[in-house]
């Protein structure tokens, strides 16, 4: 796919691997809306990093109503969408102890169903023309860690999600499912308090970033930043890794 005078969406743009993404995607000629919950005012400052021109939008995507209002502000400001980059997404670094509906039901929201229904969106407008749909997932939706047992069953439900609907998808559909590692953003942050303690290895956002264009450009179906990933799936190796992320997570709980 070229990049270039492509319509873009791009979710979860204001920080992280997102923030890295809409930096690439400004080396591009290409017609871009970049879309956060962020206020306004913090969402200019921001991204205010190149001299690429782009349209914003302010929205909770894990709402299906917001979702629609991005897909009509988007329609608007650019007539069609040639490529989604579904990457807003909310992490967990927790011990499950108690019930709580609301807890879960927010994960799942944002980093599975907003997902899904932005896919049926793109199929009610763009089926026809035709279209690139790029998620980033996790590598813990092929491995689950000591911690994110909630978040890694979002990532591990969006993949099995896009395995089975690769095989139900016309053939002027493309799909991109992205791997990343652990990535050096404010993630861990976000994820717990006190912050959640960073998995080895780790990789930074402008690499995610550049593998993921780099797929896209390739269409890729699945793309891996990390090479060393692919080890993990080794049955001792990945039980081992997750055991010693295992005794991480106890040391993290005595900090709390």
């Given amino acids: 796919m070229n ?3 492509k319509r ?29 919950m962020i206020k306004e005012d913090l969402w200019k400052n921001k991204i205010k990093t190149t001299n690429h021109k782009f349209s914003s939008f302010q929205g909770d995507l894990s709402k299906p109503e917001e979702i629609d209002k991005l897909f009509n502000f988007a329609l608007e400001k650019m007539g069609g969408i040639d490529l989604f980059i579904a990457n807003a997404g909310i992490p967990y670094y927790e011990k499950i102890s108690r019930s709580d509906w609301k807890h879960i039901s927010k994960i799942y929201e944002t980093n599975v169903f907003s997902v899904i229904y932005s896919l049926e969106k793109m199929m009610e407008y763009m089926e026809e023309k035709g279209f690139h749909f790029a998620v980033i997932g996790s590598v813990m939706g092929k491995i689950s860690l000591p911690g994110y047992a909630l ?14 609907y690769s095989f139900e998808m016309d053939k002027n559909i493309q799909i991109s499912m992205i791997y990343p590692i652990a990535t050096k953003t404010n993630f861990f942050s976000k994820a717990s308090h006190p912050p959640a303690p960073i998995p080895w290895p780790s990789q930074t956002a402008n690499k995610v970033a550049r593998a993921v264009i780099k797929g896209i450009e390739k269409k890729k179906k699945s793309i891996y930043p990390c090479r060393f990933f692919k080890l993990t799936q080794l049955p001792f190796i990945k039980s081992r890794y997750q055991y010693k992320e295992k005794k991480i997570f106890k040391k993290w709980l005595e900090k709390k």
């Fill in 8 to 36: 873009i969406v791009l979710t979860g743009a204001a920080s992280g691997i997102g923030n890295a993404l809409f930096k690439q995607l400004s080396l591009y000629n290409t017609n871009l809306v970049c879309a956060d």
């Fill in 3 to 5: 990049i270039n005078k």
């Fill in 151 to 164: 978040y890694s069953s979002t990532k591990a439900a969006i993949d099995r999600f896009f395995e089975g």
